[in-house]
């Protein structure tokens, strides 16, 4: 089955500065990447998305980058501010198995001010 | 913050009881699934359902079983059985008409002494 490494699992950067999570998976079927942001106590939220036909994706200060070849996949957060200190986590599916989700063990970002 | 509910948000069993975590949803979604959430891990797969009366298992099983009787509910019961009950619970929802992207609850918090 698949299985999805995360790294790192802390990351702490000064406000302002970008912060990059990275993401390998193993099953090369696998065809959607989803990132959820997870505040303290709170539900999974998600943040941005990337299917397997598109290399990158951008939302503002967010962008998410694709590399099937490597089967590796990136987050990219840039100006961090504060209010991004969260937990992480990255996935990747296949539509074929019911679009179950398969989770990375997440990263903790905590943006100094 | 509607849309899929989860509850309790806290519950505290004794070992050796079974207990039934609530989940309902008004998303008209087809598709729903639990996860366990421990510390330092990612969300892994209990059991999903992508269809009224049909459920799957998920990796994490063992311990566990669901029923899928409507579409707005996935009760999932944490039997005797399951060793390490003790976690947060999330269930989640989607629509495969709408895209991939999976809607969590709020959660619940199960403690077991």
């Known amino acids: 089955g698949e299985n999805v490494e995360q790294h790192p699992s802390t990351l702490s950067v000064q406000e302002g500065d970008s912060a990059v999570i990275k993401c390998t998976y193993s099953?090369?079927?696998?065809?959607?990447f989803p990132w959820y942001k997870q505040e303290l106590g709170k539900r999974p939220q998600l943040i941005i998305d990337?299917?397997?036909?598109?290399g990158e994706k951008k939302d503002q200060r967010i962008a998410v980058t694709l590399n099937k070849t490597a089967k590796h996949f990136s987050l990219h957060i840039t100006e961090t501010q504060p209010e991004d200190s969260a937990v992480y986590f990255c996935a990747a599916s296949r539509r074929e198995y019911g679009n179950k989700l398969v989770f990375g063990a997440g990263t903790i970002l905590r943006v100094k001010s | 913050d509607g849309g899929i509910t989860q509850s309790p948000k806290y519950l505290f069993r004794k070992e050796g009881q079974n207990v039934t975590l609530s989940c309902e949803q008004n998303l008209n979604h087809d598709a729903m699934y639990w996860y366990r959430q421990d510390p330092g891990q990612g969300l892994r797969l209990i059991y999903y359902?992508?269809?009224?009366?049909?459920?799957q298992k998920g990796d994490i099983a063992e311990g566990y079983s669901v029923s899928r009787e409507k579409k707005e509910s996935f009760p999932l019961t944490v039997t005797s059985a399951q060793k390490n009950p003790t976690a947060f619970y999330l269930c989640a929802s989607s629509s495969p008409r709408k895209g991939r992207e999976q809607y969590f609850g709020p959660g619940t918090r199960l403690t077991v002494t």
């Open positions: 359902s992508q269809i009224v009366n049909d459920f």
């Open positions: 990337i299917r397997s036909n598109v």
């Open positions: 099953d090369s079927a696998s065809n959607y």
